[in-house]
């Protein structure tokens, strides 16, 4: 949690929620999503 990530679609954002291995919460400037696995799309920063 608090990781900032990047999304090929969403862009910039931060972890504020993990739900086991299937699925992550991201703040995305205010718009949040849920990312589910795998998480090709989504890289650490």
């Known amino acids: 949690m ?8 969403f862009g ?6 993990v739900e086991g291995e299937n699925a992550v919460l991201i703040d995305f400037s205010g718009r949040q999503g849920r990312i589910l696995s795998p998480f090709s799309k989504l890289t650490k920063l």
């Open 2 to 9: 608090g990781d900032r990530v990047s999304h090929d679609q």
């Open 12 to 17: 910039l954002g931060r972890v504020i929620g």
